[in-house]
């Protein structure tokens, strides 16, 4: 399976280390946590968080997941979203990337992201 991502403020995903899992305000209130595929992050982060800053990409290896992830698309489109329905473990967390915003607070994808 192909890695997918989480976008989350730097102190929610230090939260989770000291909790030893992670979880999304989103689980509790629509059931499940938004991802993305790599292709999908650029466009997510800039219709979402456009100028957001102390933001981290979480790249996520799927396998090591114990909930069910589901592809899906729950506003009408037709492109496919990676959901996850449970908590995410620290050790399906294969990498935590800085996410700046650079200028006029737009994203482009981490450097480390395309090696």
Same mark, same amino acid.
Do not use: C, M, N
């Given at each position: 399976m192909t890695m997918i991502f989480h976008i989350t403020s730097a102190s929610d995903w230090q939260a &989770?280390?000291?909790a030893g899992q992670y979880i &999304? &305000?989103? /689980?509790?209130?629509?059931?499940f946590i938004h991802c993305s595929k790599q292709d999908q992050v650029l466009e997510v982060s800039n219709r979402l968080f456009l100028g957001s800053s102390?933001?981290?990409?979480? *790249?996520i290896l799927p396998e @090591?997941?114990? &909930? *069910?992830?589901?592809y899906e698309n729950l506003e009408g489109g037709i492109?496919?979203?990676?959901?996850?329905?449970? =908590?995410?473990? /620290? @050790?399906a967390v294969q990498r935590v990337v800085p996410?700046? =915003?650079? =200028?006029q607070g737009r994203f482009s994808l981490p450097v480390e992201l395309m090696e």
């Open positions: &989770a280390q000291l &999304a &305000a989103s /689980l509790k209130s629509v059931g102390d933001l981290v990409l979480l *790249e @090591a997941l114990t &909930a *069910e992830i589901r492109e496919q979203y990676p959901h996850i329905y449970g =908590p995410i473990p /620290l @050790a996410f700046p =915003p650079g =200028p």
